[in-house]
């Protein structure tokens, strides 16, 4: 019996109550779609309309359905049991674990929900790349347990890269987890309607990143202003004080491209507007920050405190978060003018009025006044009870089967607003994301981190896996977020460190809460470039010059970024796939083609290990000495230098 039949470019198998749909969705890409419910869910869900595919052929009269779109094949037996070929040489990409049920169904109480489950086989020597941000410092996630649950540090996007050439995205916001064993790759989802997943190939890693971005959108180009310095702390409580700052940096000649004003700016959460007792006249602080060439960029955060004006028209309207049982509380926060603690809920991002609703607060408080750039800021976002996600419910579903949508729902509120005003340079800088941020103008950075050597460590392999997640706008607070003294010599070496690494990453942004704190408010100690001592701030200047002579460089790899979905910031594997050590390396990058940077992340350490990918030669792009690639190097590191070499004599203006 031949339980195939086609519909279209795709194929169909049904048997046993499950249907499987497998069918191209633009160039070198297949979806695959199975469920037991009576229809496929066509929800977009990461993706966005395919383009149209070439070179498809499919054949169902054999023992198997063969699907071919262009360099990938799909192989499905009568049983179901599916397979990934590569379509020149008949390699096996990926290809389910040939059990009696292959994919996995258990019905929620009845329901029409699912804990689903797709089974892969696992391969040796296999490598696995992506999977967004995570906090364990390893590249590599071949062996890894990886949550599905977006948190503060720990950003999920579902898409991975593999050694044996081909991307896998799994097309489902519901919270679960992906198992890269060494007996079984697992993919589960806790409450789910069907499985769907995206399996690609291009050629290469880079050919797989730019059939992601076909797949879930390209990032727009990268604004001008974004590609230089931004300047932030916990937090600028003034007017005054954003004004003096600025003015300092002016007075010093520093370059200087944004400044951010975090939060408790506002009278309450949920008003989404300048507190005017301590910013008396808004538009007139972001004129003059502009008639110095600086953007202000905002802090928004999605929650709503009953004190606020907009809770009772969101409340009325259903645009708040609601739960599904208990209290409507959502958060706990010491709000601008609360006495103790309070309860916030959160507006509810997946609603598309809410949405429109929130821009609407932004537009007339923010927008009008000048404001092109919004922090949004808790945006995983942060629950109470933490992260209790089927005690949620929102517009597209509960938490459990929908909640990892949230953050890139309220990247596309704000994308989508700026874009009606007529803006078409858009950046946010955001906490969290999913599968397709990148198309929203989302910057995201790394979160609420510690300030230590070992932190910043972790963070070189965090951004090079959100890079490998499509996600090309990365960066991670300079310094860190918490833990920090300004006047320990110990952290005044790590700021320079850490600031010799942010000069190497997409965004370069200072950022954190440092101690000794101020007496009264909210704040931390200074932030400035000046503030670490003369010594750090002496190499802290020609670094912020370092980066304003590469910017026409970082724009032209911002603009292969937006066209071909390859991220400034990479693995070194990505452009030298050929050499098996440049696969291991996690503690040293390219930053497009022609730079390899090498943080050193070792408190007193003045040498560190560098290997130089085989393919190629490479200069010291202090001294000039020259190396052949393949090999492992002793650099010098004092502590005014970041261990930087240039590929096949390049001539970037690295020195003044």
């Given at each position: 019996m031949n339980r195939f039949h086609t519909d279209g470019e795709a194929v169909v198998w049904s048997r046993g109550g499950q249907t499987l749909r497998i069918e191209p969705w633009g160039a070198d890409c297949l979806r695959v779609r199975c469920t037991e419910l009576p229809e496929i869910d066509d929800r977009l869900m990461a993706l966005i309309e395919p383009q149209e595919a070439a070179d498809v052929t499919i054949d169902t009269s054999g023992e198997e359905a063969v699907l071919v779109n262009g360099r990938i094949t799909a192989r499905v037996s009568q049983t179901g049991w599916t397979r990934f070929?590569?379509?020149?040489?008949?390699?096996?990409?990926?290809?389910?674990?040939?059990?009696?049920?292959?994919?996995?169904?258990?019905?929620?109480?009845?329901?029409?929900?699912?804990?689903?489950?797709a089974r892969f086989r696992a391969y040796d020597g296999e490598r696995i790349y992506g999977m967004g941000q995570h906090t364990d410092g390893r590249l590599d996630r071949k062996g890894c347990v990886v949550d599905l649950e977006q948190q503060n540090t720990n950003v999920t996007i579902p898409f991975c890269v593999s050694s044996r050439g081909y991307g896998f995205l799994w097309n489902n916001p519901s919270q679960g987890r992906a198992e890269f064993g060494f007996t079984r790759t697992r993919w589960t989802s806790t409450c789910a309607r069907q499985i769907d997943y995206i399996v690609m190939t291009g050629g290469d890693t880079a050919g797989i990143l730019a059939?992601?971005?076909?797949?879930?959108?390209?990032?727009?180009?990268?604004?001008?202003?974004?590609?230089?310095?931004?300047?932030?702390?916990?937090?600028?409580?003034?007017?005054?004080?954003?004004?003096?700052?600025?003015?300092?940096?002016?007075?010093?000649?520093?370059?200087?491209?944004?400044?951010?004003?975090?939060?408790?700016?506002w009278p309450v959460m949920g008003s989404w507007d300048f507190d005017p007792k301590c910013?008396?006249?808004?538009?007139?602080?972001?004129?003059?920050?502009?008639?110095?060439?600086?953007?202000?960029?905002?802090?928004?955060?999605?929650?709503?405190?009953?004190?606020?004006?907009?809770?009772?028209?969101?409340?009325e309207r259903n645009l708040l978060v609601r739960t599904e049982r208990g209290e409507a509380v959502q958060k706990r926060i010491?709000?601008?003018?609360?006495?103790?603690?309070?309860?916030?809920?959160?507006?509810?991002?997946?609603?598309?009025?809410?949405?429109a609703c929130i821009w609407e607060k932004a537009r007339q408080n923010?927008?009008?006044?000048?404001?092109?750039?919004?922090?949004?800021?808790?945006?995983?976002?942060?629950?109470?009870?933490?992260?209790?996600?089927?005690?949620?419910?929102?517009?597209?579903?509960?938490?459990?089967?929908?909640?990892?949508?949230?953050?890139?729902?309220?990247?596309?509120?704000?994308?989508?607003g700026l874009r009606a005003e007529g803006e078409t340079e858009i950046v946010t800088?955001?906490?969290?994301?999913?599968?397709?941020?990148?198309?929203?103008?989302?910057?995201?950075?790394?979160?609420?981190?510690?300030?230590?050597?070992?932190?910043?460590?972790?963070?070189?392999a965090a951004g090079l896996n959100m890079a490998m997640s499509g996600i090309v706008w990365w960066n991670s607070d300079i310094g860190g977020f918490h833990g920090a003294n300004i006047n320990d010599p110990t952290f005044q070496e790590l700021i320079v460190r850490w600031f010799q690494f942010g000069c190497f990453c997409?965004?370069?942004?200072?950022?954190?809460?440092?101690?000794?704190?101020?007496?009264?408010?909210?704040?931390?100690?200074?932030?400035?470039?000046?503030?670490?001592?003369?010594?750090?701030y002496a190499i802290l200047r020609d670094y912020l010059f370092l980066r304003e002579r590469l910017r026409p460089y970082i724009m032209e790899q911002m603009r292969r970024a937006h066209e071909h979905g390859l991220p400034p910031m990479r693995p070194l594997f990505v452009d030298f796939p050929d050499d098996p050590v440049a696969w291991e390396i996690a503690d040293a990058y390219l930053f497009g083609p022609d730079i390899l940077a090498a943080p050193v992340c070792e408190n007193g350490a003045r040498k560190r290990r560098v290997y130089l990918p085989a393919g190629a030669t490479w200069k010291d792009a202090w001294t000039g000495k020259r190396y052949d690639g393949g090999k492992w190097i002793e650099a010098d590191a004092p502590l005014e230098r970041l261990p930087l070499f240039l590929k096949n004599d390049a001539a970037l203006p690295v020195k003044a």
């Open positions: 070929h590569n379509t020149a040489t008949g390699e096996v990409l990926l290809e389910e674990e040939p059990t009696l049920r292959v994919r996995h169904f258990r019905s929620l109480a009845g329901g029409d929900r699912y804990r689903i489950e059939r992601y971005a076909d797949c879930t959108g390209h990032a727009p180009m990268l604004p001008k202003f974004a590609g230089g310095f931004w300047q932030s702390k916990l937090r600028y409580s003034s007017q005054e004080e954003v004004l003096r700052i600025a003015r300092e940096y002016r007075r010093r000649k520093l370059p200087l491209s944004v400044l951010v004003i975090d939060y408790f700016h910013f008396p006249d808004p538009e007139a602080m972001i004129r003059e920050l502009k008639d110095m060439g600086i953007e202000t960029a905002v802090s928004i955060w999605p929650t709503v405190n009953p004190q606020a004006p907009a809770w009772n028209e969101m409340q010491t709000d601008t003018y609360v006495n103790g603690q309070t309860y916030v809920m959160y507006y509810d991002a997946t609603h598309p009025e809410a949405r923010y927008y009008r006044r000048g404001v092109r750039v919004f922090w949004l800021d808790s945006n995983e976002p942060e629950w109470y009870p933490h992260y209790d996600h089927d005690h949620l419910r929102y517009y597209e579903g509960n938490g459990a089967e929908v909640g990892n949508l949230y953050p890139m729902r309220h990247e596309q509120a704000f994308w989508e800088l955001c906490r969290g994301a999913w599968a397709g941020s990148q198309r929203y103008g989302a910057s995201i950075w790394s979160g609420d981190i510690a300030s230590t050597f070992e932190s910043m460590r972790i963070q070189i997409p965004i370069m942004r200072l950022h954190g809460v440092r101690a000794p704190k101020p007496p009264g408010g909210k704040g931390g100690a200074d932030n400035e470039v000046w503030s670490f001592g003369e010594k750090a």
